[in-house]
C-alpha cells in the first residue's frame, strides 16, 4: 500500500529555520517527481518547489533563496529545508509524488505538517 509519511514542521520564530521529511513506502520512488505544496485557509493549494526523478529543482518565487529541497533515493526520502522563514509561510504543507504515464497523472499525497511563523 502506498503511504507518504510527513514529519517534521513546527512553530518558529521570524527568520527562523524548519525541516520537513517524507518518506514513501509502496511505490518505487525513484520513478517519481516529488514536491512539496502548502496551504492556508480560504485559499488554493500552492506548489512551493518540485525536485525531478534526476535530481533537478524548481521553486516558487515566495520562497526560492530559502528553501532547498533534497531527495535520497535509497531511503525513499524528500527533504524541504526552509530557512529565513516570515510570517506568509504560515500554511499546512503537504508532500506530493507524482509520475506520468503518457496523458495519465499518479499522483500520492502527505497527511500534511503544520508549519506556523510567529513574532
Known amino acids: 500500500q502506498m503511504q507518504l509519511v510527513e514529519s517534521g514542521g513546527g512553530m518558529v520564530q521570524p527568520g527562523g529555520s524548519l525541516n520537513l521529511s517524507c518518506v514513501a513506502s509502496g511505490i518505487i520512488f525513484r520513478e517519481y517527481w516529488m514536491r512539496w505544496f502548502r496551504q492556508v485557509p480560504g485559499k488554493e493549494r500552492e506548489l512551493v518547489g518540485s525536485i525531478t526523478r534526476d535530481g533537478i529543482t524548481v521553486y516558487a518565487d515566495s520562497v526560492k533563496g530559502r528553501f532547498t529541497l533534497s531527495r535520497d533515493n535509497a531511503k525513499a526520502m524528500v527533504n524541504l529545508h526552509m530557512t529565513n522563514l516570515q510570517p506568509e509561510d504560515t500554511a499546512v504543507y503537504y508532500c506530493?509524488?507524482?509520475?506520468?504515464?503518457?496523458?495519465?497523472?499518479?499522483?500520492?499525497w502527505g497527511q500534511g505538517s503544520q508549519v506556523t511563523v510567529f513574532s
Open positions: 506530493n509524488a507524482v509520475m506520468w504515464v503518457g496523458a495519465n497523472e499518479r499522483a500520492y
